[in-house]
C-alpha cells in the first residue's frame, strides 16, 4: 500500500521544461544601408562572408568590411540575391571572390 | 582578408534572367551551374551548353544541387530528386514520392560526412538519404505550417540543422528533432543559417546577426536551490533543496521523486549499477533505485558520522561520504537493498581531523582524495589514510600549502588536478610535486570536472575554462551566455556521451563538446600591407625611401572575438613583443638593415601556440651610403685632387721651362748678336771702306752703331714694332751690302708697316739666308722681303755653301719658331721648295709686348 | 472584361505544351475576398468577379481579379484608399496568378486533390513567385478550386502611411473559391 502511493506520489509534479541555446547579437551591419542578409557562409580560411542585398561583405568578429574586385576600377561586388548559393572554390578566398563575381555577373 | 580580388568576370547572355541556385566543380574540374528558370548549363571554359540529357532538359527550376560521395549530382526540384551522373555513361535517376520523398518539392540539399543527404523540403521539414540503406527516411516532421526550408547545415557529426523563415530546427540521425527556441529579437524572417568550423551557429535575420556558441545549452526546469546533480537510468536527476527530481531528456519532462521524503540534498552520487545516493542536510543518506523506485535511507542511528553529507564519490562496491562529522565508509556486497551494507567512520578509524570537506574523489587508479576547508589534502590508499603534502616547487612559485581545497578532478598519467580558494589550480604528481598550474586570474574555480574528450572544465562565476590535452584553455564567458552564471560548488556530473552537466541554482547548463581536443588557434589574416611588395611575398627587398611598413591584420576567433589580442615584434627595432589589440602597426623612418615582423593573435594571452603571420625585409641603404658610392667618391676625390695637383706643377714648371726659355733665347739673341763673326765681319768690311772712302766709313760705323744700338734697346723686348724692326734689319742689310756689294741683292715689298715682331727676327732669316748660302759674283744671292698685313716672308733661292759654316749653331731658326710658340698660336711657316726657302713671320695685332 | 479573359486565355494558350487542344476549364465568376486584420481595425472585401483558367492537360493556370470589382469596404472613403493609394489601381488595375500545378494529377478523372501552385502573384505591378496549396475537387466536366493564404505587402511595395499603421495589416488574409467549367473546344 505504502509502495502505491509512493509510487503514485512519484509522478506527480511533471511538466515540461525547454532547451535553449544563448544568442548573441553580433554588432550590425549598418553598412551601406544593408536591409536584408541573404547568405552567410565560411570560407575555407575561416573568414565568414555575407551576401546581402547590398553587396558582399566579410566579418572577422569586429568589423565588416566590403569586398571588392578589382576590375577595371575596383568594381564592388554585387549584392547576391536570395536563392542563390556560394560555395567554397578550392581553395583561397581569391577563389571565392572569382566564384561570386562569375555567378553574380552571370545572373544579371 | 585582403579586398584584393583578382575578379575573372564571365558573362553569360544565356543565363540572363534567371538565378543561379547552385556552381559545382566535380572532381574533374567541369564546372555545372544550376540555375531556378533556365535548368543546368555546363561550362567549359569557354561557353556555356544547357545540358539537356532526357528529362534534365525540360527541368527549368532548380533550388539546389550537389555532388555526392559517388560524383553524382543530384538536384533539387519541384518534381523530387534527380540524380544526374555526367561522364561517360551519362544517367539519370530520380527520387519522389514512390521512392519515400514525403514532398515533391525539394529545396535544399546538404552532403553530410558519411555521405548521407540530408534534404530539405517545402511542406515537410527534413528528410534524410542513408547511404547505406540506399532509401529516403522521412524525418519527423513538424507542423506543415512551418514553411519552406530555407537553409541545411551539417552540425556535429549525425546532426543537421534546419532553418525556414520562421524557425529553427535540430535532427538528430536517429530521426529525433528539436526546435531551437529564437531569442525574441529576432523579429524578421531567417535569411541564412550556417554552422561554422568552429561550432557556432549563425543566424541571419534581416540585417542583424545572431551567433549561439553550441557548445552550451541552458535548461530552466522551473525549480530553484539546485544542488547536485547526477546521470542515471537515461534521466538527469536534480538534487535540490526541496527534494529529488529527474529529467527526462526524450520527452522534456520533469518529475518529482520521493515527494514525500523532506529532502534537502547536498549531494549525489551514481555507483555502478545504477543507484543513486544521496546526501541530505540533516536527513542522512537515501539510497534510490531510479528503475523500481525502491529506497533506502540511513542515518546516524544505523551508523553514519553525522547526518549532513556534503559530498559523495565511490567506487565499485563502496562509497565514500563528506559528512559534518567526518568521513563514513560504505561498502554493500550484490545489492544494497539486501540489508548487506558495512558502515565504517573513518574519524575513529583513523587520526582524522575534524574539518569540512569539500570533495571526495575516487580516482581511477584507487586512490580517494578528500579536499578539506583549512587542513590541506588527504588520500586514502592501501586500507592507509594521510595527508598529502603538496611540494612547493620553484617553478609553480606558489607561497604555501594550498589549505583549502574545493575541487579534486583526474588528470592523464596518474595524475590529479585540484583547484584551491586563493584561486590557483595545481596539477600534482604521485608523490605530490606541482607539474603544471593554471592561471585562472578573475575568480576562484568552484568546481573541476572532465569531459568526455579528454578536456577539463574549469567551473567559475561567469565563466568556463576548458583546458583540453595539449594544455590549451579556452575562456567561455559573456559571449556565450555565461555573465549571469553563478554555478554550485561541485554540482556537476559527466554523462554517458561525455557531455557535462553543470547546476546553477535554478538553472542547468549542458555543456557538449565539440572537438575542443582537436588544437585551435586564432586564425590570423594579412589585410593590407604597405610597401605592397610584402603584400603576396614572404620577402622584399625595399629602396632607401621605402623605409616604412604599415601592416594591417585580424585574427578570427568567432566564438568570443571580443577576447582577441595580439603582439607583434619588428626583428631590428624592437627589442621585446609589443602587446596590442590594435589591428595594425605602423613603423617608419627604418634605418637601412634586414627585418622580420611577425604578429600573433590569442583569444588567451597565451601566445605559446599561436598562429603568426611574418614578413622579412631588407631596407636597402640610400645611395650615398652605399659601399661603392662611398669607394667611389673617395676614389674621385683624389683622382681629381691628385690631377688638379699635377696640372697645377706642370703649369709651374711650364712656366719655369718658359722663363728658362726665353731667358735661353734671349742669352741666344745676344750671344747671336755679339757673335763675333759679324763683329770681325763688319770690322773687316769698315777696314775696306776706310781705306776707300772716308765719308762712306762713317756712313758704315753709323749704319753699325744704329745697328747695334737697336740690338741694345730691344734686346730685353719680346715683341718690338714692325718699323723699329725693318729699320733695324736696314740697318743690317746696308752692313751686309758694303761687305758683299752686288752680290747680295735685297728685294723689299713692304705693303703695310704696322704691327708687332720678336725683335731681331727678320735679321736673323737674312742672316740664316746669307750663312747658308753661297753669295758670289758667281752665285749672287737675292733675299726677297715681303711684308703684307699679315706675314713677313723673307724668301731666297736655295745655293747651298759646300762646306758647312761653323758659324752655324742651329738655335736661330729653331728658337725663333720656339719663341713665336710663346708668343702666339699663329706659327711661323718654313717652306723649302726645290729652289726657294721661305720663312714667313706672322705680324701680331692684339699681342703687346710684356 | 471580354478583353481580360482573353489576355488570360492567350495566356492559358501559351502555357500549353501539348500539340492541339488542351482540356480548359475556365470562369468568370470566381470569388476573392480578403481580410485584414489590425490591432484597431478589420477590414474585409470580396469580389465576385474573378476569372481564371486551368489546363488540366499542361497542368497550368490563369487567374485574374480587377482590383475595382472589390466591394464590402466599411465606408467609401476606405475603399477609395484602397483604390488610389495603396493599391494604384489606375496604374494597376488588375491583380494575377499564373503559372503551372506541380503535382502531376489528372484533372480530368473525378477526385479531389491537394495540390501546389506555384506561379507569379502580381499586385500592385510587383511579382512575386508564391507556391500555394490549392484544393482541386474534380467531377470531371467541373473543377472547385478553393485556396488561402496570406500576402504580406511588403512583397508587393504596397505602402501603407504611418498613421494608418494599426488599422491596416502587414499580411492580408486572402481567400479564393471558384468553380471552373470545361470549356467548349474550339
Known amino acids: 500500500m505504502k509502495i502505491f502511493w509512493l509510487l503514485l506520489l512519484s509522478f506527480t509534479c511533471s511538466h515540461v521544461f525547454s532547451q535553449d541555446f544563448y544568442f548573441r547579437k553580433e554588432p550590425p551591419l549598418v553598412v551601406e544601408d544593408v536591409r536584408q542578409i541573404n547568405i552567410i557562409f565560411q570560407a575555407e580560411d575561416q573568414m565568414i562572408w555575407l551576401g546581402t542585398d547590398k553587396g558582399v561583405f566579410w566579418y572577422d568578429g569586429r568589423r565588416y568590411r566590403q569586398s571588392y574586385v578589382l576590375i577595371s576600377n575596383w568594381q564592388r561586388l554585387p549584392a547576391l540575391p536570395k536563392v542563390a548559393k556560394v560555395r567554397s572554390g578550392r581553395d583561397m578566398k581569391m577563389d571565392i571572390c572569382i566564384r561570386c563575381l562569375l555567378m553574380v555577373m552571370v545572373s544579371i | ?850 | 472584361m471580354i478583353k481580360l479573359v482573353s489576355i488570360v486565355l492567350l495566356f492559358a494558350m501559351a502555357l500549353t505544351k501539348a500539340n492541339g487542344q488542351g482540356n480548359i476549364f475556365s470562369t468568370q465568376t470566381g470569388t476573392i475576398s480578403f481580410i485584414s486584420e489590425a490591432p484597431l481595425e478589420i477590414i474585409s472585401a470580396t469580389s465576385k468577379k474573378m476569372e481564371g483558367v486551368i489546363d488540366a492537360t499542361a497542368l497550368s493556370f490563369a487567374f485574374a481579379v480587377g482590383i475595382r470589382t472589390f466591394e464590402g469596404f466599411n465606408n467609401g472613403l476606405q475603399q477609395q484608399h484602397f483604390y488610389e493609394n495603396y493599391l494604384e489601381t489606375d496604374k494597376y488595375p488588375t491583380a494575377t496568378y499564373s503559372g503551372k500545378i506541380i503535382e502531376h494529377v489528372d484533372l480530368t478523372k473525378p477526385g479531389t486533390y491537394q495540390v501546389r501552385a506555384k506561379g507569379q502573384l502580381n499586385i500592385h505591378g510587383r511579382s512575386k513567385e508564391r507556391i500555394l496549396k490549392v484544393e482541386l475537387i474534380s467531377t470531371g466536366s467541373e473543377i472547385k478550386v478553393s485556396a488561402t493564404f496570406l500576402v504580406p505587402l511588403v512583397d508587393h511595395q504596397i505602402e501603407v502611411p504611418r498613421i494608418v499603421n494599426q488599422k491596416i495589416a502587414q499580411e492580408i488574409s486572402v481567400a479564393v473559391h471558384g468553380t471552373l467549367t470545361l470549356a467548349v473546344k474550339p
Open chain 2, 1 to 850: 582578408m585582403s579586398a584584393h580580388g583578382n575578379g575573372k568576370h564571365i558573362v553569360a547572355d544565356s543565363l540572363r534572367g534567371s538565378l543561379i541556385s547552385g556552381l559545382l566543380f566535380n572532381d574533374a574540374d567541369q564546372l555545372f551551374i544550376t540555375t531556378y528558370g533556365k535548368g543546368i548549363w555546363k561550362y567549359d571554359g569557354d561557353t556555356f551548353k544547357r545540358v539537356g540529357f532526357r528529362e534534365l532538359a525540360q527541368i527549368d527550376d532548380i533550388y539546389d544541387a550537389l555532388f555526392d560521395l559517388q560524383g553524382r549530382m543530384w538536384l533539387a526540384t519541384d518534381n523530387g530528386i534527380w540524380i544526374y551522373q555526367p561522364g561517360a555513361p551519362e544517367s539519370l535517376s530520380h527520387i519522389g514520392q514512390d521512392q519515400g520523398l514525403p514532398d515533391e518539392i525539394v529545396t535544399q540539399l546538404e552532403l553530410a560526412v558519411n555521405g548521407d543527404i540530408w534534404i530539405g523540403l517545402y511542406d515537410h521539414g527534413m528528410a534524410c538519404y542513408t547511404i547505406d540503406r540506399d532509401t529516403v527516411v522521412s524525418l519527423r516532421s513538424l507542423q506543415t505550417s512551418i514553411g519552406n526550408v530555407i537553409g541545411l547545415c551539417k552540425g556535429r557529426p549525425g546532426e543537421g540543422w534546419m532553418a525556414t523563415e520562421k524557425s529553427i530546427v535540430r535532427y538528430n540521425q536517429d530521426g529525433s528533432s528539436k526546435e531551437i527556441k529564437l531569442p525574441s529579437e529576432m523579429k524578421d524572417r531567417v535569411g541564412s543559417l550556417l554552422y561554422d568550423i568552429s561550432g557556432n551557429l549563425w543566424v541571419a535575420n534581416g540585417n542583424k546577426i545572431f551567433v549561439a556558441n553550441t557548445r552550451f545549452e541552458f535548461t530552466e526546469p522551473g525549480i530553484s536551490g539546485i544542488q547536485a546533480l547526477a546521470v542515471s537510468n537515461n534521466q538527469i536527476w536534480l538534487g535540490c533543496e526541496s527534494g529529488l527530481y529527474g529529467m527526462d531528456q526524450q520527452h522534456r519532462q520533469i518529475n518529482r521523486y520521493l515527494a514525500n521524503e523532506k529532502m534537502n540534498i547536498l549531494s549525489m552520487y551514481t555507483d555502478d549499477a545504477g543507484m543513486l545516493w544521496i546526501g541530505t542536510f540533516g536527513q542522512g543518506l537515501y539510497c534510490f533505485d531510479p528503475r523500481t523506485k525502491r529506497h533506502l535511507h540511513l542515518t546516524e542511528k544505523n551508523g553514519l558520522s553525522n547526518n549532513s553529507i556534503l559530498n559523495i564519490d565511490g567506487h565499485g562496491e563502496t562509497i565514500w561520504l563528506a559528512t559534518l562529522g567526518g568521513i563514513s565508509e560504505i561498502s554493500w556486497k550484490g545489492n544494497p537493498f539486501n540489508n548487506d551494507i558495512s558502515i565504517t567512520g573513518f574519524n575513529d578509524k583513523f587520526d582524522f581531523p575534524e574539518v569540512y570537506v569539500y570533495d571526495v574523489f575516487a580516482g581511477p587508479d584507487g586512490r580517494v582524495w578528500f579536499g578539506t576547508d583549512g587542513k590541506g589534502l588527504y588520500v586514502y590508499e592501501n586500507g592507509q589514510f594521510r595527508f598529502f603534502e603538496t611540494k612547493a616547487d620553484t617553478i609553480a612559485q606558489t607561497d604555501d600549502q594550498p589549505k583549502t581545497i574545493y575541487s579534486i578532478a583526474a588528470g592523464q598519467n596518474n595524475t590529479i588536478w585540484i583547484s584551491g580558494v586563493k584561486g590557483q589550480i595545481l596539477q600534482l604528481g604521485e608523490s605530490g610535486e606541482i607539474l603544471d598550474h593554471f592561471q585562472g586570474n578573475q575568480g576562484l574555480i568552484k568546481s573541476l570536472v572532465l569531459s568526455g574528450a579528454n578536456e577539463m572544465l574549469m567551473i567559475r562565476e561567469a565563466g568556463i575554462h576548458v583546458m583540453n590535452r595539449f594544455g590549451q584553455s579556452n575562456l567561455y564567458a559573456e559571449s556565450s551566455g555565461l555573465n549571469s552564471f553563478t554555478p554550485t560548488i561541485n554540482a556537476t556530473v559527466q554523462d554517458k556521451d561525455g557531455s557535462v552537466w553543470i547546476a546553477d541554482t535554478d538553472k542547468i547548463l549542458h555543456y557538449i563538446p565539440f572537438r575542443e581536443d582537436t588544437h585551435q588557434q586564432v586564425r590570423m589574416h594579412l589585410l593590407s600591407i604597405s610597401p605592397t611588395s610584402l603584400l603576396n611575398e614572404q620577402f622584399a627587398l625595399l629602396k632607401a625611401d621605402s623605409n616604412f611598413i604599415n601592416i594591417r591584420y585580424t585574427g578570427l576567433w568567432y566564438q568570443d572575438p571580443a577576447s582577441v589580442s595580439y603582439r607583434y615584434r619588428l626583428i631590428g627595432h624592437d627589442q621585446n613583443w609589443i602587446y596590442t589589440q590594435d589591428l595594425g602597426a605602423v613603423y617608419s623612418n627604418l634605418s637601412p638593415g634586414q627585418y622580420t615582423f611577425i604578429v600573433e593573435g590569442s583569444h588567451n594571452e597565451d601566445f605559446s601556440n599561436a598562429q603568426s603571420l611574418t614578413r622579412q625585409f631588407v631596407v636597402s641603404p640610400p645611395f650615398y651610403l652605399r659601399w661603392w658610392f662611398i669607394t667611389g667618391t673617395c676614389l674621385l676625390i683624389t683622382w681629381i685632387a691628385y690631377t688638379y695637383i699635377t696640372a697645377r706643377i706642370k703649369r709651374i714648371n711650364k712656366l719655369h721651362e718658359l722663363e728658362k726659355e726665353k731667358t735661353m733665347l734671349q742669352l741666344h739673341a745676344i750671344q747671336a748678336q755679339v757673335n763675333p763673326h759679324f763683329l770681325f765681319n763688319s770690322f773687316n768690311t769698315l777696314a775696306g771702306i776706310i781705306e776707300e772712302n772716308q765719308e762712306a766709313a762713317v756712313d758704315y760705323v753709323d749704319q753699325l752703331s744704329g745697328f747695334f744700338r737697336g740690338v741694345l734697346t730691344h734686346r730685353n723686348a719680346e715683341l718690338i714694332r714692325l718699323e723699329e724692326e725693318l729699320e733695324m734689319v736696314r740697318n743690317y742689310i746696308y752692313i751686309l751690302q758694303k761687305r758683299y756689294g752686288n752680290n747680295l741683292r735685297i728685294h723689299e715689298n713692304i705693303a703695310h708697316a704696322a704691327g708687332w715682331i720678336a725683335p731681331l727676327s727678320i735679321q736673323l732669316l737674312v742672316e740664316n739666308a746669307i750663312k747658308h748660302n753661297i753669295v758670289s759674283a758667281e752665285k749672287p744671292l737675292s733675299i726677297s722681303i715681303v711684308v703684307d698685313q699679315e706675314w713677313v716672308a723673307v724668301s731666297n733661292p736655295i745655293q747651298p755653301k759646300i762646306n758647312a759654316s761653323t758659324e752655324s749653331t742651329g738655335f736661330g731658326l729653331s728658337s725663333l719658331v720656339a719663341r713665336y710658340g710663346y708668343l702666339t698660336d699663329r706659327k711661323i711657316e718654313i717652306r723649302k721648295e726645290e729652289n726657294t726657302f721661305a720663312v714667313r713671320i706672322p705680324i701680331l695685332y692684339n699681342d703687346k709686348p710684356v
